[in-house]
């Protein structure tokens, strides 16, 4: 569940206002490729040189993060066990099944309706 999280955490607006600050700081020197800026901001928080005004709303998207992962997970338990239980969890593999499979006529609402990103 934490793979589901950290994909859940990034794609809110955590990079906005001062994360992207601090992101345009640390990583200016980051590779232009798939990810790169995103492992210079995780060595950054991990070493400690990420704001405080950052670091707290790291910290509450990982709140939310987790919420919406155990929402998934508690709405798409059947799913999960019907389509993806030969899946290896991580790099969002789990939540990219059931989005595969979510046309499946025995796919149901509630998952649907879970996966759903909040505006």
């Not at 809110?12 to 210079?40: F, H, I, N, S, Y």
Request: charged share 35%; proline share 3%; glycine share 4%.
């Amino acid at each position: 569940m934490k793979y589901l999280v950290f994909i859940l955490m990034f794609s809110t607006q955590v990079w906005a206002g001062p994360c992207e600050v601090d992101m345009e700081k640390l990583c200016a020197d980051a590779p232009e490729v798939r990810g790169a800026k995103q492992r210079c901001f995780h060595k950054a928080k991990s070493e400690g040189k990420l704001s405080t005004e950052c670091s707290a709303r790291v910290e509450i998207a990982k709140t939310k993060g987790r919420e919406k992962a155990a929402k998934i997970k508690e709405a798409c338990t059947a799913e999960i066990e019907k389509f993806c239980k030969n899946i290896e969890p991580g790099k969002m593999r789990i939540v990219r099944c059931l989005k595969e499979n979510s046309k499946d006529a025995s796919f149901s609402e509630t998952c649907k309706a879970s996966m759903k990103r909040k505006k």
